[in-house]
């Protein structure tokens, strides 16, 4: 006979262990049906009797007034009856029902009561029995002996199950695990280091919390150190072997949370967001581990989060008919989605964009079954559509967001953002006049001041010519709308923005590509975008241009590098930057002011009303009405060229335009009349 050769030995013994690992896999064993586990509780109690005879017959206690059975626990009618009570209670409290290996302390009281029940049932039996037979079915010291033993035993058992499920997932994920310290030690960072012991497959390997305050330096949490926030952060996690840190503590500020991720960052530590624990309507440990992920781009934001006036903004929308311009873009269908919770009477979007437009018509139509909603292909540019709609709907607030936003392509077309950015307002805000609309509320941007650009022009054209209409006729009892314009910077996570470009330009290996190394920007979220929109449709009265307290300009260079990081990559080594010089009528910096205007304050300190020069209606109608009828002609420098007729502080950057500014000196081109208003508190 061959004798195979010791390669195909070791193989056969790999295949011999790589089967068996597969047949012990505990990750594929299914949950016990119940009676099974109701067989294992009785085994269980099987056995507490058997050692609750052996210690009785030890300590000679069957010598002292021994019943009339000589067997009490060594399977004896006496014993038969004992196993059937326990076994009517486990079935009377569950405890059979609950997974052995997720057990908790619910089931360890379950067991209890059943055990005391059995005890009082079966001392009340042997008392019934004393009385009319005059002879004890039990023993009062073995029938205590037994609660204990069982209540032990059956309690163990499940603990045992338990720690060999924890132990055996705990190894095999530990490969994958993240050692983590949670920052904070409030009641919000209890709960999520709670979390995070029961998550399976576990994600994280908490080894402490780390303290601001100090107060608790030599206490612990479960069984983990209470680390002093003494030394800087990155030498602490350093210290105690953490990758990365969650942050939950409650009352932790933005300025903070911002040093504390630059920190981590610098030093190559993940940083996670936990959330709050009360603001979840299901806070179940499942759902808060599953819930804690990578700090955003959006937490960094330089400024604590926008808190609005949510009453206010319900009394303004509820069970109102609301129509949504341009509802199918990451502005406007959040506008739609936010005005959905309100309950309004009927909601109303309009978009030209197809496919987008049935994705937020599924999504509404899903989440607001009993939302009288209707999705509209129109376009702004179609008047007679916008009248149809407005004489069909009957919308009482308006929320314009339908717009071009794209800098280089509107300098490439200008003549596509005046009929959609110029014209297309103008359609919509006269369709709300004549229809008697309430309330018309304009989406701007903070490029519409001092304008470098065509699009920044064409939204600014739109904002003087709501302002005309509000001021010439406030006073005509005719005509019920306000006007209201809301103006904010650059939007995160919007169609075209920043972040979502570097993050594709990141999953595809790089490079990040920048305009220019000084460039900044002021930032927002969608969702404090839209919630800004909407409170100034509550607060405004007519001719407001809302602007938003922003806080410090981003430089985009330094959001490239944080993307990067929190991507887990180092910037110019893993990912690199890229700069490819300035887009046509692109700046440095955007302003939410320009020279001329005033400020004054809301009741929301973060929200301002900008107040500056106002224009003649009939001279900015005429106009207007000459710049669409040169853009349909679709030359170029014609078009620019009225456009800075009629806002004369928009001077060209980066742009073959600019030769226009040049020529303003000898050739003005400006013939608008403008009167001043005095701004009063």
Same mark, same amino acid.
Not at 189 to 216: C, Q, W
Not at 357 to 362: D, G, S, V
Not at 417 to 429: E, Y
Not at 479 to 492: D, E, H, M, P, S
């Given at each position: 006979?061959?004798?195979?050769?010791?390669?195909?030995?070791?193989?056969?013994?790999?295949?011999?262990?790589?089967?068996?690992?597969?047949?012990?896999?505990?990750?594929?064993?299914?949950?016990?049906?119940?009676?099974?586990?109701?067989?294992? =509780?009785?085994?269980?109690?099987?056995?507490?009797?058997?050692?609750?005879?052996?210690?009785?017959?030890?300590?000679?206690?069957?010598?002292?007034?021994?019943?009339?059975?000589?067997?009490?626990?060594?399977?004896?009618?006496?014993?038969?009856?004992?196993?059937?009570?326990?076994?009517?209670?486990?079935?009377?409290?569950?405890?059979?029902?609950?997974?052995?290996?997720?057990?908790?302390?619910?089931?360890?009281?379950?067991?209890?009561?059943?055990?005391?029940?059995?005890?009082?049932?079966?001392?009340?039996?042997?008392?019934?029995?004393?009385?009319?037979?005059?002879?004890?079915?039990?023993?009062?010291?073995?029938?205590?002996?037994?609660?204990?033993?069982?209540?032990?035993?059956?309690?163990?058992?499940?603990?045992?199950?338990?720690?060999?499920?924890?132990?055996?997932?705990?190894?095999?994920?530990?490969?994958?695990?993240?050692?983590?310290?949670?920052?904070?030690?409030?009641?919000?960072?209890?709960?999520?280091?709670?979390?995070?012991?029961?998550?399976?497959?576990?994600?994280?390997?908490?080894?402490?919390?780390?303290?601001?305050?100090?107060?608790?330096?030599?206490?612990?949490?479960?069984?983990?150190?209470?680390?002093?926030?003494?030394?800087?952060?990155?030498?602490?996690?350093?210290?105690?072997?953490?990758?990365?840190?969650?942050?939950?503590?409650?009352?932790?500020?933005?300025?903070?949370?911002?040093?504390?991720? =630059?920190?981590?960052?610098?030093?190559?530590?993940?940083?996670?967001?936990?959330?709050?624990?009360?603001?979840?309507?299901?806070?179940?440990?499942?759902?808060?581990?599953?819930?804690?992920?990578?700090?955003?781009?959006? =937490?960094?934001?330089?400024?604590?989060?926008?808190?609005?006036?949510?009453?206010?903004?319900?009394?303004?929308?509820?069970?109102?008919?609301?129509?949504?311009?341009?509802?199918?873009?990451?502005?406007?269908?959040?506008?739609?989605?936010?005005?959905?919770?309100?309950?309004?009477?009927?909601?109303?979007?309009?978009?030209?964009?197809?496919?987008?437009?049935?994705?937020?018509?599924?999504?509404?139509?899903?989440?607001?079954?009993?939302?009288?909603?209707?999705?509209?292909?129109?376009?702004?540019?179609?008047?007679?559509?916008?009248?149809?709609?407005?004489?069909?709907?009957?919308?009482?607030?308006?929320?314009?967001?339908?717009?071009?936003?794209?800098?280089?392509?509107?300098?490439?077309?200008?003549?596509?953002?005046?009929?959609?950015?110029?014209?297309?307002?103008?359609?919509?805000?006269?369709?709300?006049?004549?229809?008697?609309?309430?309330?018309?509320?304009?989406?701007?941007?903070?490029?519409?001041?001092?304008?470098?650009?065509?699009?920044?022009?064409?939204?600014?054209?739109?904002?003087?010519?709501?302002?005309?209409?509000?001021?010439?006729?406030?006073? =005509?009892?005719?005509?019920?709308?306000?006007?209201?314009?809301?103006?904010?910077?650059?939007?995160?996570?919007?169609?075209?923005?920043?972040?979502?470009?570097?993050?594709?330009?990141?999953?595809?290996?790089?490079?990040?590509?920048?305009?220019?190394?000084?460039?900044?920007?002021?930032?927002?979220?969608?969702?404090?975008?839209?919630?800004?929109?909407?409170?100034?449709?509550?607060?405004?009265?007519?001719?407001?241009?809302?602007?938003?307290?922003?806080?410090?300009?981003?430089?985009?260079?330094?959001?490239?590098?944080?993307?990067?990081?929190?991507?887990?990559?180092?910037?110019?080594?893993?990912?690199?930057?890229?700069?490819?010089?300035?887009?046509?009528?692109?700046?440095?910096?955007?302003?939410?002011?320009?020279?001329?205007?005033?400020?004054?304050?809301?009741?929301?300190?973060?929200?301002?009303?900008?107040?500056?020069?106002?224009?003649?209606?009939?001279?900015?109608?005429?106009?207007?009405?000459?710049?669409?009828?040169?853009?349909?002609?679709?030359?170029?420098?014609?078009?620019?060229?009225?456009?800075?007729?009629?806002?004369?502080?928009?001077?060209?950057?980066?742009?073959?335009?600019?030769?226009?500014?040049?020529?303003?000196?000898?050739?003005?081109?400006?013939?608008?009349?403008?009167?001043?208003?005095?701004?009063?508190?």
């Amino acid at each position: 006979m061959k004798i195979p050769n010791s390669r195909k030995i070791k193989e056969a013994l790999k295949q011999v262990l790589k089967s068996s690992k597969k047949r012990i896999d505990f990750k594929n064993i299914g949950y016990l049906p119940r009676w099974l586990i109701l067989c294992f =509780d009785m085994f269980i109690c099987c056995v507490a009797i058997i050692i609750t005879s052996v210690i009785v017959d030890n300590i000679n206690i069957s010598n002292i007034n021994t019943p009339t059975s000589q067997s009490l626990f060594g399977f004896s009618p006496s014993s038969g009856l004992v196993l059937i009570t326990n076994l009517l209670f486990f079935i009377f409290f569950r405890t059979y029902a609950g997974l052995i290996r997720h057990s908790t302390f619910i089931d360890a009281i379950k067991f209890f009561l059943a055990s005391l029940s059995t005890l009082i049932t079966l001392l009340i039996v042997d008392s019934s029995h004393f009385m009319f037979r005059g002879s004890n079915l039990f023993l009062i010291p073995e029938l205590f002996i037994y609660f204990v033993m069982s209540f032990t035993f059956l309690l163990l058992f499940r603990v045992l199950v338990k720690q060999v499920f924890e132990a055996y997932f705990d190894y095999a994920a530990k490969e994958d695990q993240i050692k983590v310290m949670i920052y904070g030690i409030d009641s919000n960072a209890i709960a999520i280091s709670n979390a995070l012991k029961v998550e399976r497959p576990m994600r994280y390997k908490l080894i402490g919390f780390i303290d601001k305050k100090g107060k608790n330096q030599s206490k612990e949490i479960l069984g983990l150190p209470i680390i002093h926030l003494k030394r800087k952060l990155s030498v602490i996690l350093r210290a105690h072997g953490a990758n990365a840190i969650i942050l939950a503590d409650k009352s932790i500020t933005q300025e903070e949370r911002i040093k504390i991720v =630059d920190e981590c960052l610098e030093h190559n530590f993940k940083v996670f967001r936990a959330p709050i624990v009360s603001d979840m309507e299901d806070n179940d440990n499942v759902n808060l581990a599953q819930q804690i992920q990578n700090v955003q781009i959006e =937490d960094l934001l330089e400024r604590e989060p926008i808190v609005l006036n949510n009453k206010l903004i319900a009394k303004e929308l509820y069970n109102r008919r609301i129509l949504v311009t341009g509802g199918a873009g990451s502005i406007g269908s959040e506008i739609a989605r936010q005005v959905s919770n309100y309950k309004p009477q009927k909601l109303i979007i309009v978009d030209q964009a197809e496919t987008p437009l049935y994705q937020i018509q599924m999504e509404i139509r899903s989440k607001f079954p009993d939302l009288d909603f209707e999705a509209i292909i129109a376009d702004v540019r179609d008047k007679d559509k916008l009248d149809n709609i407005f004489e069909l709907h009957k919308p009482q607030v308006v929320y314009h967001a339908a717009a071009y936003k794209h800098v280089p392509l509107m300098e490439d077309n200008p003549s596509q953002a005046i009929f959609v950015n110029v014209m297309g307002t103008k359609n919509v805000a006269d369709c709300s006049l004549k229809h008697k609309v309430e309330k018309f509320v304009l989406v701007s941007t903070d490029k519409a001041v001092n304008p470098s650009n065509v699009m920044g022009a064409s939204k600014r054209i739109a904002e003087i010519y709501v302002q005309t209409l509000q001021e010439t006729f406030k006073k =005509d009892t005719r005509y019920t709308t306000n006007y209201v314009t809301t103006r904010f910077g650059n939007v995160l996570g919007s169609n075209g923005s920043v972040v979502p470009l570097f993050k594709k330009q990141i999953a595809e290996g790089g490079p990040l590509t920048i305009t220019h190394p000084d460039i900044i920007r002021y930032f927002m979220t969608i969702p404090e975008a839209c919630q800004l929109v909407l409170e100034a449709g509550a607060m405004g009265h007519g001719g407001e241009i809302y602007i938003f307290d922003m806080g410090e300009a981003v430089k985009i260079i330094d959001l490239a590098k944080k993307i990067i990081k929190l991507a887990g990559f180092i910037p110019n080594k893993d990912i690199h930057i890229k700069i490819i010089g300035l887009r046509p009528g692109e700046k440095l910096y955007e302003e939410l002011l320009n020279d001329k205007s005033t400020t004054l304050p809301t009741y929301n300190e973060k929200i301002m009303i900008a107040r500056g020069e106002m224009y003649d209606y009939e001279e900015i109608n005429s106009n207007i009405g000459e710049l669409i009828d040169s853009a349909a002609l679709f030359d170029k420098v014609e078009v620019v060229k009225r456009m800075k007729a009629i806002v004369p502080e928009y001077k060209s950057m980066n742009s073959s335009y600019e030769k226009l500014d040049k020529k303003e000196k000898d050739t003005p081109i400006n013939t608008l009349k403008k009167a001043k208003v005095k701004v009063t508190k």
